[in-house]
């Protein structure tokens, strides 16, 4: 392989954020700041929640089906510490799905640019509070719950404090 695509790939790495390039300490995975992650909180919570609310009552079977199955996977990897990976993969499915099943591409565009720095806050969060795991579940459960029931309002909110939640308990780990 040539140099060309590999320093496109670097390159394009740096501009999202995701890693810093400098001749004195070569090639570092950047952390995200306290700020980048509360306004990627705030960004999922827009854009989730405004998800939620259409979708919710709407679902076919099938798609209902493949969220709850995603549940069925979660609470399986979650017993298990040594699964964090697994869950973390979950998790991330977990929030994608809705969004997928609206199919407004802009919103699918807007969760697959957001998704690996989600992913990382997802793993940091999962890696320092073990018991999230299954608490976010139970979490997972009742919006899944709402979306069935027709419950546009109630989703969006369980889906408002579900976020809020992952992000106080990723701050007060941090904080520690």
């Given at each position: 392989?040539?140099k060309t695509?590999?320093?496109?790939?670097?390159?394009?790495?740096?501009q999202?954020?995701y890693?810093?390039?400098?001749?004195?300490?070569g090639?570092r995975v950047?952390?995200?700041?306290?700020?980048?992650?509360a306004?990627l909180y705030d960004?999922?919570?827009?854009?989730?929640c405004?998800?939620?609310?259409r979708?919710?009552?709407?679902?076919?079977?099938?798609?209902?089906?493949?969220?709850?199955e995603?549940?069925?996977g979660m609470a399986t990897?979650?017993?298990?510490?040594?699964?964090?990976?697994k869950?973390?993969?979950l998790d991330?499915?977990f929030?994608?799905?809705?969004?997928?099943?609206?199919?407004?591409?802009?919103i699918?565009?807007?969760?697959?640019?957001?998704?690996?720095k989600?992913?990382?806050v997802?793993n940091?969060?999962?890696?320092?509070?073990p018991?999230?795991?299954?608490?976010?579940?139970?979490?997972?459960r009742?919006?899944v719950?709402?979306?069935?029931k027709?419950?546009?309002?109630?989703?969006?909110?369980?889906?408002e404090?579900?976020?809020r939640?992952?992000?106080?308990?990723l701050?007060?780990?941090?904080?520690?």
């Amino acid at each position: 392989m040539s140099k060309t695509p590999v320093k496109a790939a670097l390159e394009r790495l740096e501009q999202e954020g995701y890693i810093t390039v400098s001749p004195q300490s070569g090639i570092r995975v950047r952390e995200l700041s306290d700020s980048e992650i509360a306004e990627l909180y705030d960004v999922r919570i827009a854009f989730e929640c405004f998800v939620l609310r259409r979708i919710a009552g709407k679902l076919t079977e099938e798609q209902l089906y493949k969220w709850e199955e995603n549940l069925h996977g979660m609470a399986t990897a979650a017993v298990d510490a040594n699964h964090r990976k697994k869950v973390v993969d979950l998790d991330t499915e977990f929030h994608a799905l809705p969004c997928i099943y609206l199919g407004n591409q802009q919103i699918i565009k807007l969760m697959q640019q957001y998704s690996e720095k989600i992913r990382m806050v997802t793993n940091s969060v999962f890696a320092r509070l073990p018991d999230r795991a299954s608490q976010s579940l139970k979490e997972h459960r009742e919006i899944v719950a709402a979306v069935r029931k027709g419950e546009p309002q109630l989703a969006s909110d369980l889906m408002e404090a579900h976020i809020r939640r992952g992000h106080r308990l990723l701050r007060d780990a941090s904080s520690r």
